[in-house]
């Protein structure tokens, strides 16, 4: 029996991600699988590990030891993991080499290589960040200082004090999913690397006002229709001789993705307004760049994880939304159906191609297409699932609402073997209805007090929702519930809802948010919340409370500010108050640029309501926080002191937008339950 309660159980297993295997690499002859994984669901310190196929067994590749301080990590290392919301220590990242017999790794900054086969580990004598191998296995690039290194050596060097070279910048990685600014070309002899110059960026300013002496951290950060970095790709050769790749970069000035393979070098470029974007196949001799596909849209255009990409047989690997769905495109064909949503690629090997779709908003399931097979369905339980593919094999991660953590399954011919998951085991089991509601079939998770019994008592209803667009949190996965159901240990009745904007249901659903990012959502909270109450006469709409984090937290204070006959107090954590602080590439997506659509800002922040607030309201927000910014929460709270209307604020010392710290992040829930329970209104 663990002695912790849950939210300090929740905390040090970083939300159960501790233990869980994870960043897996399939040899290409399919024989081994390179992954990550910690020896307990609390023990922070990834290691390195290998499993062989063939019989199941697992060898222990390289052990870091003790937890590293984190003191001499880089600080762009330390951005990495703010940007990718990495709360693991040890080995958090590596690189192999194209056969996967060697892989690279930082441990504290410090650069190793280890042989895949003998287990043999090489200290390389140097510090740095984003270590990656040629495919030969022969050199090694990293980052220092915002230099590329070869082999210790530096090859690209900045040339004026606000250039980097092979980082990403903060947009690609906060807000397009990409991490990494070089690339390695398959033969070893040149690599693609991205020179950003941030000059023309905002200064923002982040401050620590519990210690007066410390200066504060400066960064670029591109607030919404300010000036984005200027980015340029560049061929360089180990030597350092460096060819310029050429696009049209005043109309197409993000670089969204990169994929480099023996079938060649694409490159996808976005617009600002990001309604049009290009792939583009680069010659890596020249620099020149030839027009492989445009596509367009009226609102926006998603990128897809995974996309560009090309089959061994050079075909491109692409999406296009079409009757009304996100559909996989391979070579000029469409190849799944309008009734299945394409939401990523996760491989491709060879001619075979594995996505993650779903024809069920709560449910993720895999699917294979090749020309000699067609479209395969490689999943059916009932569940979350998501994988990888190579050398023949397939590897599948699965989650479901029937037992806890995840199954890890390696299947290649006629082997199958699982990978171990250590995973802690939640002191409590969340007990959760799936349902849809209303006339828009809203999916929603309905959570009771453990052992309440129908009919029996009625109970306040706390919504506990995220509902924005860059995840859903109705899934068939039981561990995601552990938090809703400890606040419905603390008599609540909760209701998490996935409302319009959400992914998983097509890109009409995703799209009502065009221009208005709140009044669809709020609309579909308070919809979803009278439909459960129609379904569970248990719920007391007299008494609701709401909860969030991040679009969370925006959407709780919106919900109190603007409709207070539906929500009664709420607690809103690190929430985008005002549209014009938060970033280019991730609010000009929804909201367009604000000097052309100054309105749809205007309705999309809250400072403004803050004169209409009359129910309780708890602001909690990160004072280290570089992603939404703590400006969100004093302007806000500015703004309700000048109107005269009560509130409190938790400002977090010291905390960022992941909240790391296993205190804090255990004590915010116990804060909120009681701030929401102390607020209600009394029962009848």
């Known amino acids: 029996m663990s002695p912790f309660t849950l939210p300090r159980q929740h905390a040090r ?3 159960f991600k501790f233990g869980v295997p994870r960043d897996f690499t399939i040899s290409p002859d399919g024989a081994r699988v390179v992954f990550l994984r910690s020896c307990a669901g609390d023990d922070p310190v990834t290691r390195l590990w290998t499993l062989t196929v063939a019989t199941g067994d697992e060898r222990l590749l390289v052990d870091p030891g003790a937890p590293a301080s984190g003191a001499n990590l880089p600080e762009a290392e330390r951005t990495r993991r703010e940007r990718t919301r990495e709360r693991a220590s040890g080995i958090v990242v590596y690189a192999t080499d194209a056969a996967v017999t060697k892989a690279v790794y930082a441990l504290d900054g410090l650069l190793h290589t280890v042989d895949l086969l003998t287990g043999a580990i090489t200290p390389l ?9 040629d495919p030969a296995g022969r050199h090694v690039a990293h980052l220092s200082d915002g230099a590329l290194l070869i082999d210790g050596r530096p090859v690209l060097t900045p040339d004026a004090p606000d250039v980097t070279w092979g980082l990403p910048e903060h947009v690609a990685a906060e807000s397009m999913g990409r991490h990494t600014g070089y690339w390695w070309s398959p033969d070893g002899t040149r ?20 210690d007066p002496g410390r200066p504060p951290r400066t960064m670029a950060y591109p607030a919404a229709g300010t000036d984005n970095a200027d980015v340029t790709l560049w061929l360089t050769t180990p030597a350092g001789e460096r060819t310029e790749v050429r696009w049209d970069r005043t109309a197409f000035e993000y670089v969204a993705a990169v994929s480099w393979t023996p079938r060649g070098l694409l490159v996808l470029v976005q617009s600002r307004d990001q309604r049009t974007t290009r792939v583009l196949e680069a010659d890596p001799e020249t620099g020149a760049t030839t027009l492989v596909r445009e596509d367009t849209d009226d609102a926006w255009l998603e990128l897809v994880p995974g996309t560009p990409a090309r089959t061994a047989g050079g075909e491109l690997v692409w999406t296009v939304d079409r009757d009304g769905a996100r559909r996989l495109m391979v070579g000029d064909d469409l190849v799944t159906p309008a009734d299945l949503q394409v939401l990523r690629v996760l491989a491709v090997d060879g001619d075979t191609v594995l996505v993650e779709c779903c024809d069920e908003p709560t449910e993720r399931h895999l699917y294979r297409y090749s020309r000699a097979e067609g479209l395969v369905r490689v999943t059916s339980e009932p569940g979350v699932h998501t994988g990888t593919r190579a050398g023949g094999v397939t590897l599948v991660v699965t989650r479901t609402l029937e037992e806890h953590g995840v199954r890890v399954t390696v299947t290649g011919g006629r082997a199958s073997t699982r990978i171990t998951a250590y995973g802690a085991t939640p002191v409590l089991r969340p007990k959760v209805a799936l349902v849809s509601l209303g006339e828009r079939e809203l999916r929603a998770a309905v959570m009771f007090p453990t052992g309440h019994v129908p009919g029996s008592r009625r109970l306040p209803v706390l919504l506990d929702p995220y509902a924005g667009p860059g995840a859903a949190r109705v899934l068939r996965g039981l561990d995601d519930f552990t938090v809703s159901q400890w606040f419905a240990d603390q008599g609540f009745a909760v209701l998490v809802v996935d409302g319009r904007g959400t992914p998983g249901r097509g890109p009409d659903w995703e799209r009502a948010i065009h221009l208005d990012k709140l009044s669809a959502a709020l609309a579909d909270q308070a919809d979803a919340l009278r439909a459960a109450a129609a379904r569970f ?14 679009y969370g937290g925006y959407l709780a204070a919106a919900a109190v500010l603007r409709h207070p006959d539906v929500f009664h107090t709420a607690a809103a954590g690190a929430p985008v108050t005002d549209a014009r602080l938060y970033d280019t590439h991730w609010q000009e997506r929804y909201l367009g640029h604000p000097g052309r659509h100054p309105e749809a800002y205007d309705r999309s922040s809250i400072i403004a309501d803050a004169p209409n607030l009359r129910r309780p309201l708890l602001l909690l927000h990160g004072l280290a926080d570089d992603n939404v910014f703590a400006a969100h929460t004093l302007r806000l709270s500015a703004a309700l002191l000048a109107a005269g209307r009560p509130h409190t604020v938790l400002p977090l010392s010291g905390v960022s937008h992941m909240t790391a710290q296993e205190e804090v992040a255990e004590n915010l829930l116990l804060l909120e339950s009681d701030f929401l329970r102390r607020t209600l209104p009394p029962a009848g």
């Not at 693609?192 to 519990?210: F, M, Q």
């Open 13 to 15: 297993t970083a939300r």
């Open 125 to 133: 004598g140097t510090t740095g960040s984003d270590p990656r191998l």
């Open 191 to 210: 690599l693609l690397v991205a020179r950003v110059d941030n000059a023309r960026v905002s200064r923002w300013h982040l401050s620590e006002p519990a």
């Open 537 to 550: 006469p248990d719920l007391d709409l007299g008494r609701v409370a709401i909860r969030g984090w991040s």
